[in-house]
């Protein structure tokens, strides 16, 4: 039986790029792979088929032959090295072959990018800090020291996990690829070294101060600069101050995770503050001047109007707090609250009574007008 046209064997045209023969093929193995076709009988012979296609497409000068001579290229007479030259139906040869395609399907995923490749040493892990602050720090932005518990370095073997600080060795089970193969049938499993655990290197006299892990248990001192205009919730990431690497491998970073703590008299809604100021009943009646505080530590006189009730806000602008890294501030809110006197003396009661004699109408406008609609409303309720 004559043999089908390789390109038509993996679904291309003639003259299709490397890039294009690598991806048909990819998606043909996968297609085509045993273990997905125990149901069909044919998908063994289809699957060498693709891989004896692919064996000479991949191959620059294989595939100039064949494009010119076709399957005579390979054939007695033409020059040797083809995927018949071999015997490619032999069970080792195809164990052998299909090796590449393993390495090509799922190299990447083994984490060694292919055969060759073996696992960087391991990054440490990234380490999380909260860290609590004022108010104030947050407005006027603070540098901090703080203690964190992590993984350094081992200094009596500079990293490397060996006595002395020697080098380590390449392993002896995978020579020094990081994975070994398996035959288990027509296939060719490939998994990560036992021996060295996937590094391709192995510690003959592991330091006695870390283990062999080149890195030990300590805390660390920190100084934190915390921007002005931090929020909770706010990340700062402190690149290499995680935890040490396995084996001299490189350090994960730290976050720091920023939490503002409430205030006793200032309420934050991201760039603006409020504060809440009472003011007696006369105060407010009469208007004045009041002193409030600032988030600064400084003073600010505000202007009651006459009249004023509970709730009514004034703004005092730029007086805030700060963007984040950017410009602009935010402004601060007096809102009034208007309190009502108690623990009067009996004169006091005296005078509040003559006082409620003397008032009018037009002195409490919103009272007026509420009742004057409560009236209205049982008037219409009754007719």
Not at 110 to 139: F, K, P, T, V, W
Not at 207 to 226: F, H, M, P, W, Y
Not at 280 to 309: F, N
């Amino acid at each position: 039986m004559s043999k089908r046209d390789y390109y038509e064997v993996l679904g291309l045209s003639k003259g299709a790029s490397a890039d294009e023969i690598k991806k048909a093929y990819r998606k043909k193995a996968k297609e085509l792979h045993p273990d997905r076709n125990a149901d069909n009988p044919e998908a063994e012979s289809q699957f060498k088929e693709a891989n004896e296609a692919y064996e000479v497409l991949k191959d620059g000068d294989k595939k100039a032959a064949y494009d010119r001579y076709g399957h005579a290229a390979f054939e007695g007479g033409m020059g040797g090295g083809g995927p018949r030259a071999g015997g490619f139906g032999q069970q080792g040869d195809f164990a052998s072959a299909f090796s590449d395609v393993f390495d090509d399907l799922f190299g990447d995923m083994m984490g060694g990018g292919g055969r060759g490749g073996r696992q960087r040493a391991a990054r440490g892990a990234d380490l999380r800090y909260n860290l609590r602050i004022s108010l104030e720090e947050a407005h006027s932005g603070i540098q901090k020291s703080i203690q964190v518990p992590t993984s350094v370095q081992c200094d009596a073997c500079d990293g490397t996990g060996a006595e002395g600080g020697a080098e380590p060795t390449t392993c002896p089970t995978c020579s020094g690829m990081g994975k070994v193969r398996a035959q288990q049938g027509f296939f060719t499993v490939e998994r990560t070294c036992p021996t060295c655990s996937g590094l391709g290197q192995i510690i003959k006299n592991p330091c006695t101060s870390c283990g062999g892990s080149g890195r030990v248990n300590k805390e660390r001192a920190l100084s934190v600069n915390i921007p002005s205009g931090v929020e909770t919730g706010t990340r700062i990431r402190l690149a290499g101050e995680g935890e040490a690497g396995m084996r001299g491998g490189p350090p994960g970073d730290l976050y720091i995770f920023i939490e503002v703590e409430r205030h006793s008299l200032f309420e934050r809604d991201e760039m603006n503050l409020y504060c809440r100021v009472p003011v007696s009943m006369t105060a407010a009646a009469l208007g004045g001047d009041i002193e409030v505080p600032t988030i600064d530590g400084g003073r600010s006189r505000v202007k009651i109007p006459s009249g004023s009730q509970s709730g009514r806000q004034m703004r005092l602008r730029g007086k805030g707090m700060p963007a984040l890294r950017g410009a602009g501030t935010g402004d601060m809110f007096i809102e009034l609250a208007v309190e009502t006197p108690v623990n009067l003396t009996a004169r006091q009661k005296e005078l509040m009574r003559e006082f409620e004699d003397l008032s009018e109408h037009n002195n409490n406008p919103e009272s007026s007008s509420f009742f004057s609609s409560v009236k209205n409303f049982w008037d219409s309720m009754k007719s």
